[in-house]
């Protein structure tokens, strides 16, 4: 099994600066993909960014290209997401997922582990 532990969500006001940290332990696989996803009040979860864990390849929603960005610190086992720009449509819980594999993708029916989520709250 492998745990993911979010972190960094907060209140912030619009056109602010939040980061968030995911830290996975537990089993380890050669191949993986991380993301963070997001869920709006009263709307679908849906995905942001993600990124192969080994070779570091990205993959950004349009909606967050050139504001938000994704990062991992293999020896720490977190990702990270840099998100700038913030706007108040964007309050949300974001969650951290992780898929076995090397195909990044933002299906998150392909996802296989889950955080349990951090609030980020944007004022305007």
């Known amino acids: 099994q492998v745990q993911l532990v979010e972190s960094g969500g907060g209140l912030v006001q619009a056109g602010g600066s939040l980061r968030l940290s995911c830290a996975a332990s537990?089993?380890?696989?050669?191949?993986?993909?991380m993301g963070w996803f997001r869920q709006a009040p009263g709307k679908e979860r849906e995905f942001v960014v993600a990124?192969?864990?080994?070779?570091?390849?990205?993959f950004y929603a349009d909606s967050v290209k050139g504001r938000f960005t994704i990062s991992r610190d293999i020896t720490k086992n977190t990702m990270y997401v840099q998100m700038n720009s913030l706007k108040p449509d964007e309050t949300a819980v974001y969650y951290c997922?992780?898929?076995?594999?090397?195909?990044?993708?933002?299906?998150?029916?392909?996802?296989?582990?889950w955080g349990q989520g951090t609030r980020v709250t944007v004022s305007s």
């Open positions: 997922a992780a898929r076995v594999g090397a195909y990044i993708t933002g299906e998150q029916r392909l996802y296989d582990y």
């Open positions: 990124i192969s864990w080994s070779g570091g390849s990205t």
């Open positions: 537990g089993r380890t696989f050669s191949n993986y993909v």
